[in-house]
């Protein structure tokens, strides 16, 4: 941003911004001739839709190499626009959230506020009590240590196991990586919780569930 602002492509109330420059909520911000959405403009109602994310759609607005995204079947806004909450890769299933304030969606993504990301994964592999612990206390990946805060033991037989991962950060393909570096792959994933908010049972694959006044406020205090 702050080269856009010295190259002189960004505008604020009609004038040329320049470094050091400060805008306000209801200020307008003009990028290379573009209004964009003000980042500090919080609308005057937050929404939040819980949507279950099937597998092969896309966590993007558009992508010309798949024909499905996230963003597809969600309901229009007469004001703004969907921001989404986190990705999830075109092969895991589950939770996502998206609101009409961007705020707030950078709030729930930012590492510092640690909000807890839990996980229902399947596994293919013998899972010794060492893979546990050592996935517990920390792998080093070629992004820096990465580790799961806890990991429950769910059923299944033989080498077809499910677990329940819970993670405070998002990074790419995490949960995958963190097992393929123990020499387990992964045959499933679905996110089944960001913070406050649990996927109910009968959120089906596609659809979406708007969030209750309560319920978004639960999520602003630090994910409830």
Same mark, same amino acid.
């Given at each position: ?41 919080? &609308? %005057? ?5 819980? +949507?279950?994310?099937? *597998?092969?759609?896309?966590? !993007? ?39 009409n304030d961007g705020s707030l969606a950078n709030e729930l993504?930012? &590492? %510092? ?5 839990? +996980?229902?994964?399947? *596994?293919?592999?013998?899972? !010794?009590?060492k893979i546990i612990e050592t996935l517990l206390k920390g ?19 033989g080498t077809n196991t499910w677990y329940h991962v819970v ?28 913070? !406050? ?28």
């Amino acid at each position: 941003m702050e080269e856009l602002i010295a190259d002189g492509y960004v505008m604020v109330n009609g004038v040329k911004a320049t470094l050091g420059d400060k805008a306000g909520p209801l200020d307008k911000i003009m990028v290379k001739g573009q209004l964009i959405l003000n980042p500090l403009h919080r &609308p %005057s109602r937050t929404r939040v839709l819980m +949507y279950h994310k099937p *597998v092969g759609e896309v966590s !993007s607005r558009r992508d010309p190499r798949h024909e499905k995204t996230v963003f597809d079947t969600l309901p229009p806004l007469r004001q703004g626009r969907w921001v989404q909450v986190g990705r999830l890769d075109i092969n895991t299933s589950g939770l996502l959230l998206f609101t009409n304030d961007g705020s707030l969606a950078n709030e729930l993504m930012h &590492p %510092s506020f640690g909000l807890e990301r839990e +996980y229902a994964v399947r *596994v293919r592999g013998q899972v !010794s009590d060492k893979i546990i612990e050592t996935l517990l206390k920390g792998v080093m990946l070629d992004d820096g240590l990465a580790q799961f805060k806890s990991i429950e033991l769910k059923g299944g037989e033989g080498t077809n196991t499910w677990y329940h991962v819970v993670l405070t950060e998002g990074r790419n393909r995490e949960v995958r990586r963190l097992w393929q570096s123990q020499g387990i792959a992964v045959s499933r994933l679905i996110r089944v919780r960001y913070g !406050s908010i649990s996927m109910p049972r009968f959120l089906t694959r596609g659809n979406f569930k708007e969030l209750e006044a309560d319920e978004i406020e639960r999520l602003k205090v630090k994910g409830g």
